[in-house]
């Protein structure tokens, strides 16, 4: 996070300022002091009002006065304007940064949600339709155990009733068998009675005449006998037939009564079973209603967080919004300090810390235009942009046809002046476009390692940097002074001053010192 702070570098030693030029600078810093309040700068940016009320009394005195106290206040918060505008600039990064993943995270958060929901719905739907079969499947189970129990019944009805034909069947083969035993003892009275009808008939005959009458009888007894024979013999042919069937009658019926009660004992085991898997279909039935009713809370919850989500998502994006007019206020407070700047650079007074500085830059500005000069005297094209990577480098670096003489030249000199001045980190020349330093100093110009992290932090010498808005800056602005503070990684603030460099009245890039904001304070 960085503030670029510009200003007409016109560096000349004080004099008594007139009425209309004070008039001029108390309009400017009054202009300043509003931007600056409108930005919502902390209570030092009442300072500014406070100095141009001053500068617009004293300069309406006669004979004028001597700024030189007021301008040192003024040029004092003016650096600590850029100070806190670069703390102010940070925390409005970081807050926007913090904001814009808060969004994004909302965004996917609400994706997902709307994800969730969509599928909740659809094992809502899955979870009503598994309901219905299995409300379908207890009804159903509980209807077949019903019909089994009832079949299970009839089976025990029809095993009694074959029981009891069974015992039928055993009483009428009793009943044949007791027949028989008649027919039998029939069959034997109708040859006794044969045989007694053949004696009467031979008594008759012997009996002659006297014995006819009784012949005939003993005739129709015999005849009535072996009718009767024929009989019984007729009968129990049939009797014998009916007892056969009988037997084989009640062989069947013990078959299918012991079938019979097989099937009832399957049909028990098979109507338990039926008891426990539609009590089982009953508990699942049970326990899918109990997980439609988590389910139809899990769709409220989720429709709730859907709802709560969209609406940090809204706020947000208004969070995103208001630090965009953070922004907005943080770049009014950024031109504040650039015509504060500007001003200020207008004029030297005397030996602050800034003024030496300042006076400093300049004189190691020219220092460079001569050295660089010098080189072109040599035969050397310092303008030369045909750059060849130098191998085994990462970040990459480049060689030129004039980078080794101008390090030979100018690293000497960029750590002496680095070393000369308070607070004072780097000094360092970058070309314009590429923003290509040929050298640095020494401590940035370290053997490259392989490491790339620690190559980038300490091998800073030919690489390109345009990709830094700042050194780019500095390589590319070619107002006659530039001042801009940053903020590194570890907290503490820097600041660059510079000025453009010209070859022979072409620019050529820029001259910089990297110093702590303190060494510019008095």
Same mark, same amino acid.
């Given at each position: ?184 003892? @029939?069959? =034997?009275? &109708? /040859?006794? %009675? ?11 005959? $012997?009996?002659? *005449? ?31 037939? @009916?007892? =056969?069937? &009988? /037997?084989? %009658? ?11 009660? $097989?099937?009832? *004992? ?257």
């Amino acid at each position: 996070m960085r503030v670029c702070l510009v200003g007409i570098f016109r560096p000349q030693p004080y004099t008594m300022m007139t009425l209309p030029t004070a008039v001029v600078h108390c309009i400017l810093l009054l202009a300043g002091s509003v931007l600056i309040l409108m930005a919502g700068a902390p209570w030092w940016a009442l300072a500014y009002l406070l100095a141009g009320a001053a500068l617009a009394w004293l300069s309406s005195r006669k004979g004028g006065l001597d700024f030189r106290p007021v301008m040192r206040l003024v040029r004092g918060h003016n650096i600590g304007m850029s100070v806190e505008a670069v703390h102010i600039g940070k925390q409005i990064k970081e807050a926007a940064e913090h904001a814009n993943k808060q969004q994004d995270l909302s965004s996917h958060i609400y994706t997902l949600a709307e994800r969730s929901s969509s599928e909740v719905q659809v094992v809502q739907s899955s979870i009503s339709t598994i309901a219905g079969f299995a409300n379908d499947l207890a009804s159903g189970m509980s209807t077949a155990r019903t019909d089994m129990a009832q079949a299970n019944d009839q089976a025990r009805e029809a095993a009694e009733v074959m029981q009891t034909f069974n015992a039928n069947i055993g009483k009428l083969l009793e009943g044949t068998k007791s027949t028989l035993g008649l027919m039998h003892q @029939i069959s =034997e009275i &109708s /040859q006794q %009675t044969n045989l007694l009808s053949l004696n009467a008939s031979i008594e008759a005959a $012997r009996a002659g *005449e006297k014995g006819r009458g009784f012949a005939v009888v003993a005739s129709e007894v015999r005849s009535l006998a072996e009718r009767t024979r024929v009989l019984a013999v007729s009968v129990t042919t049939q009797v014998k037939e @009916i007892q =056969e069937h &009988s /037997q084989h %009658t009640a062989k069947v019926a013990a078959t299918i009564t012991e079938r019979i009660g $097989r099937t009832c *004992e399957v049909m028990g085991a098979t109507t338990q079973q039926l008891d426990t898997f539609a009590g089982g279909s009953v508990r699942v039935s049970s326990e899918i209603d109990s997980i439609r009713d988590i389910v139809d809370r899990v769709t409220d919850n989720n429709n709730t967080i859907s709802d709560n989500i969209g609406q940090m998502r809204n706020l947000s994006q208004d969070m995103a919004k208001a630090m965009n007019a953070c922004s907005t206020r943080s770049r009014k407070l950024t031109a504040a300090a650039e015509d504060g700047m500007r001003e200020l650079g207008k004029v030297t007074l005397g030996e602050a810390a800034f003024d030496k500085v300042i006076v400093r830059l300049n004189e190691c500005r020219r220092e460079c235009e001569k050295g660089l000069k010098q080189l072109v005297d040599q035969g050397f094209d310092v303008f030369d942009k045909n750059y060849q990577p130098i191998p085994g480098t990462n970040p990459q670096q480049y060689h030129t046809t004039y980078d080794m003489a101008y390090e030979r030249h100018f690293q000497p000199l960029f750590d002496a002046w680095a070393e000369s001045i308070p607070g004072c980190d780097l000094a360092v020349m970058c070309t314009e476009g590429e923003t290509y330093p040929p050298t640095h100093v020494s401590k940035y110009c370290s053997k490259p390692s392989g490491d790339v992290a620690w190559d980038t932090a300490h091998c800073r010498d030919k690489r390109f940097h345009n990709g830094n808005q700042m050194l780019s800056n500095v390589s590319n602005d070619t107002r006659e002074f530039l001042f801009q503070a940053y903020m590194r990684d570890i907290g503490d603030i820097f600041v660059l001053v510079s000025q453009p460099v010209y070859v022979n009245g072409r620019h050529w890039g820029g001259f910089m010192f990297g110093l702590q904001h303190e060494a510019l304070k008095d």
